[in-house]
């Protein structure tokens, strides 16, 4: 099969994936190993492994989106982390409700060796909509969602050890009362936190997740995937989520499929103009 027309037919591959989730343990290390998937299970590399032979310039490829996640039935919690506490299975808290629901997703494979925790929330926040919407997904999910008219019985509803979360939850509450959430371990710098004080609790299991990766072939501004020289390689465009190099750390609101809709468009234009010179 000639050379153009397999990177011919690459190239339209590559144009319209969206979305690209890399093997995960070859290029970001072993706590990734332990995160469920919240995107796609369906495209699980296909923009390294289908321009692999043509010598591309990778890059980012250890970075990665991630966001909370209840794996076995994908009901996701997203913010939901900012409005009460958040405790491993030992009912202890493990990190600074202050971070967004990226960082805490990150972090949690780290922190916790199998990567599950609870967000706590009394009835408090309930009637905000973005919580309530988030219930709202538990639900539709069938995903459990543990419930106690005291922090004690919703210690046992939820196998979480009884003395240590109502012990935890004590502190808490008097730290964030005494406008001290900074003292406690780790620190509870969240401006506004909230006690846990009206029942019922509720209790939510989630793992941190992974959305997308962020590693790919770097291209042109036409769309061209180049090579290690940074050269473009005839005939191989990509777009979306199977670039590398648009994103680092963290993405930006919309700009994947914005990424889809620009270099679809200028990988297609790129690839007409080349074919009319054939």
Same mark, same amino acid.
Request: with cysteine; glycine share 10%; proline share 7%.
């Given at each position: 099969?000639p050379l +153009?027309?397999?990177?011919?037919?690459?190239?339209?591959?590559?144009?319209?994936?969206?979305?690209?989730?890399?093997?995960?343990?070859?290029?970001?290390?072993?706590? /990734?190993?332990?995160?469920?998937? =919240?995107?796609?299970?369906?495209?699980?590399?296909?923009?390294?492994?289908?321009?692999?032979?043509?010598? @591309?310039?990778? /890059?980012?490829?250890?970075?990665?989106?991630?966001? @909370?996640?209840?794996?076995?039935?994908?009901?996701?919690?997203?913010?939901?982390?900012?409005?009460?506490?958040?405790?491993?299975?030992?009912?202890? =808290?493990?990190?600074?409700?202050?971070?967004?629901?990226?960082?805490?997703?990150?972090?949690?494979?780290?922190?916790?060796? !199998?990567?599950? *925790?609870?967000?706590?929330?009394?009835?408090?926040?309930?009637?905000?909509?973005?919580?309530?919407?988030r219930i709202? #997904?538990?639900? #539709?999910?069938?995903?459990?969602?543990? +419930?106690?008219?005291?922090?004690?019985?919703?210690?046992?509803?939820?196998?979480?050890?009884?003395?240590?979360?109502?012990?935890?939850?004590?502190?808490? !509450? *008097?730290?964030?009362?005494?406008?001290?959430?900074? +003292?406690?371990?780790?620190?509870?710098?969240?401006?506004?936190?909230?006690?846990?004080?009206?029942?019922?609790?509720?209790?939510?299991?989630?793992?941190?997740?992974?959305?997308?990766?962020?590693?790919?072939?770097?291209?042109?501004?036409?769309?061209?995937?180049?090579?290690?020289?940074? #050269?473009?390689?005839?005939?191989?465009?990509?777009?979306? !989520?199977?670039?590398?190099?648009?994103?680092?750390?963290?993405?930006?609101?919309?700009?994947?499929?914005?990424?889809?809709?620009?270099?679809? =468009?200028?990988?297609?234009?790129? *690839?007409?103009? #080349? *074919?009319?010179?054939?």
């Open positions: 099969m +153009t027309f397999v990177t011919a037919l690459v190239g339209f591959l590559l144009t319209v994936l969206v979305g690209s989730l890399v093997s995960q343990n070859s290029y970001m290390g072993g706590d /990734v190993a332990w995160m469920p998937i =919240r995107g796609s299970t369906c495209i699980t590399g296909e923009n390294i492994t289908l321009t692999e032979p043509f010598n @591309p310039m990778y /890059v980012n490829m250890d970075q990665f989106h991630g966001g @909370p996640i209840h794996g076995p039935t994908r009901a996701n919690p997203s913010i939901m982390v900012n409005y009460g506490i958040l405790v491993k299975q030992d009912g202890t =808290r493990f990190i600074d409700e202050v971070n967004t629901y990226v960082y805490v997703a990150k972090a949690m494979p780290k922190l916790i060796p !199998n990567n599950w *925790a609870f967000i706590i929330i009394d009835d408090q926040v309930t009637n905000i909509s973005t919580v309530q919407d709202n #997904r538990y639900q #539709r999910n069938h995903a459990p969602i543990y +419930t106690g008219n005291t922090i004690a019985e919703l210690a046992r509803n939820a196998h979480i050890p009884e003395a240590t979360l109502v012990k935890v939850v004590d502190q808490y !509450n *008097a730290a964030i009362k005494a406008g001290k959430g900074s +003292t406690l371990t780790p620190p509870n710098t969240l401006k506004g936190a909230r006690l846990l004080v009206k029942p019922p609790f509720r209790a939510f299991p989630f793992q941190g997740g992974m959305t997308a990766t962020f590693g790919g072939p770097k291209i042109s501004l036409k769309g061209e995937v180049l090579n290690t020289e940074g #050269r473009p390689i005839p005939g191989l465009y990509a777009a979306g !989520n199977a670039i590398g190099g648009l994103l680092y750390n963290d993405y930006i609101g919309g700009s994947q499929l914005c990424a889809a809709i620009i270099w679809g =468009r200028e990988s297609a234009c790129s *690839a007409a103009a #080349r *074919a009319k010179k054939a």
